[in-house]
Structures are given as structure tokens and as C-alpha cells.
């Protein structure tokens, strides 16, 4: 129940003293409702399931905005979290075709990563707490050039959401250093920017698993005697 200050806009522990960063969660709820009509019907549980951790994602962030405390700290944060963890392990899965096992195993590796990296980005001047976020856009330009060459379209739409993300990350650092110049600061636009970068996200995995496979992908290997 330890109350939390850590935006520009709050002054003081009232439900509504962050009545911008809390509204504009909305936005969350917005990309979910856009992305269920879209992947609705197309027989791709992982993508649903996405669809409905997006919508958790606003509920838990507005959470944070009006109660500010750390329980509420834990429902914005987990299903951030476990949206990354569900989509590594989707592209895992349904692009590299890895088995079941194999996707999961890749997927955990999240978690050292992200251990390793965080720290590295915490020596970024200025970007402060948003380092935790840091590892996520450079890891999506990972898997953007590996898959260049075997589904080049897949890998641009992942470099632009990873660049999507940059921006969301940079007004995320830049809410404090603005506070006064801009009284209600700039983490609101972390809010919007996210909403459609992980929308964004989830349409490129939508495309990835309706359109057709090239012939040149989807031809088997040839075996040699």
C-alpha cells in the first residue's frame, strides 16, 4: 500500500491527481477492441490472447494512475511483462517453427537477457527507469534482421514497431527533465505511443500468419544421399 510519486503530473496522492496519464489509457482498450475485430474468427489463439492482455494492460495502468501504490505498481507492470513473453514465444512458435518446448525454452532466455541488458542501459544518460524498457525495442531489431531475408515484410513491421516503442520510450524519459515546462508531462504520450505500437505488433503478427508463405519459404529441404 506504499504510495508511489514517480510522474510530473502527480501532486499529491488524491485518485485523480494524474487525470491525463489515467484517461489516456483508454487507448489501450481502444488498440484491443481494434485488434479483436481484426483477429477474431482467424483461428489464431495467440494472437486473441494478446488482444486480451492489451486490454489488461490499460486497466492495470490506469490502476497505477489513480491509486499510485505498489500493488497497483504489480498490475501495470506483470501484464507488460507477460505480453512480451507470449509474443516472443508466438514468433518462436508460429514463424521460426520451433516445437512447443524449444519456443518456450527461447522464450525464457528473456528473462537473462533482460538482466544483462538493463544495466548496460541504465549508464544511458537520461533514460533513467525507462532502462527497464530499453532491452525490449533493441531485442524486436534482433529478430527483425534475422528474419530479413526469410520474411522480409514481417521484419519491417517489426523494425518500425521497435521504432514506435523508441519514441514511446523517450517521452517516458523525458517526463521528469520536462516537468517545468510541460506541468503535466510527457509520460501520457508513453500511454498513446504504446496503445498503437502494441496493436501494431499484433497486426504484424496477424499478416505473418494469414498471408501465404513465399514458395521459395515454404518448399521442404531437399535431403542428400
Not at 484491443?32 to 489464431?44: D, F, H, I, N
Not at 523508441?166 to 509520460?187: E, K, V, Y
Amino acid at each position: 500500500m506504499q504510495e508511489i510519486d514517480g510522474y510530473c503530473e502527480r501532486l499529491s496522492p488524491a485518485y485523480w491527481a494524474e487525470p491525463v496519464n489515467a484517461v489516456t489509457n483508454a487507448a489501450f482498450l481502444l488498440a484491443a477492441w481494434v485488434m479483436w475485430r481484426r483477429v477474431r474468427g482467424q483461428g489464431l489463439p495467440l494472437a486473441n490472447l494478446l488482444v486480451a492482455i492489451l486490454a489488461v494492460i490499460g486497466i492495470g495502468s490506469y490502476l497505477f494512475h489513480t491509486h499510485a501504490q505498489v500493488w497497483a505498481a504489480l498490475a501495470d507492470t506483470t501484464p507488460i511483462l507477460l505480453f512480451i513473453l507470449v509474443y516472443i514465444f508466438a514468433v518462436n512458435r508460429d514463424i521460426w517453427q520451433l516445437s512447443t518446448p524449444k519456443a518456450a525454452a527461447l522464450t525464457a532466455l528473456f528473462v537473462p537477457y533482460a538482466a544483462l541488458t538493463i544495466p548496460v542501459f541504465q549508464l544511458v544518460p537520461g533514460l533513467g527507469g525507462s532502462s527497464a524498457y530499453a532491452p525490449v525495442p533493441l531485442l524486436i531489431l534482433i529478430y527483425a534482421y534475422l528474419l530479413r531475408v526469410r520474411r522480409p515484410q514481417l521484419a519491417r513491421g517489426l523494425a518500425v514497431g521497435a521504432a514506435i516503442l523508441i519514441a514511446s520510450i523517450t517521452f517516458r524519459a523525458l517526463d521528469a527533465p520536462l516537468c517545468a515546462r510541460i506541468p503535466m508531462g510527457t509520460h501520457f504520450m508513453w500511454h498513446l505511443l504504446n496503445a498503437t505500437m502494441l496493436g501494431w505488433m499484433i497486426e504484424v503478427y496477424r499478416r505473418a500468419m494469414t498471408h501465404a508463405v513465399s514458395p521459395a519459404v515454404a518448399a521442404p529441404r531437399r535431403t542428400h544421399s
